[in-house]
């Protein structure tokens, strides 16, 4: 049984820092093309934040670049997401999901798995 399970999510401050994990389970971790983070807020759709490849090239969006990193630790079938300088609008439900695609931009491949998502939430 294919389980991607997120944590790390809380109540921090702006300018404050979250570390999310990802625990895949149930496939051959080391194996998988991507795992990617998305997140979505309250009224928005979804969006692509980070990715990390096979090859652990990895890939940010522009808001996030420079404050986000994302890494992954094949031993321990977990990728993790090092969010710092945080702001509100960082607000969100923050999924991981895999994705066996190598075609076409990141964050519009097909992703099979997906977690249950853990709350970030940004405010003083």
């Known amino acids: 049984q294919v389980q991607l399970v997120e944590s790390g999510g809380g109540l921090v401050q702006p300018g404050g820092s979250l570390r999310l994990s990802c625990v895949a389970s149930?496939?051959?971790?080391?194996?998988?093309?991507?795992i990617g983070w998305f997140r979505q807020a309250p009224g928005k759709e979804r969006e692509g934040v980070s990715c990390i490849s096979r090859s652990e090239s990895t890939y940010n969006i522009d808001a996030v670049e420079g404050r986000f990193t994302i890494s992954r630790d094949n031993a321990k079938n977990t990728v993790y997401l090092q969010m710092n300088s945080l702001k509100p609008e960082d607000s969100g439900v923050y999924y991981c999901?895999?994705?066996?695609?190598?075609?076409?931009?990141?964050?519009?491949?097909?992703?099979?798995?997906w977690g249950q998502g853990t709350q970030v939430t940004v405010s003083s």
């Open positions: 149930g496939f051959n971790f080391a194996d998988t093309y991507a």
């Open positions: 999901a895999r994705t066996q695609s190598r075609s076409g931009y990141v964050f519009n491949r097909p992703y099979e798995y």
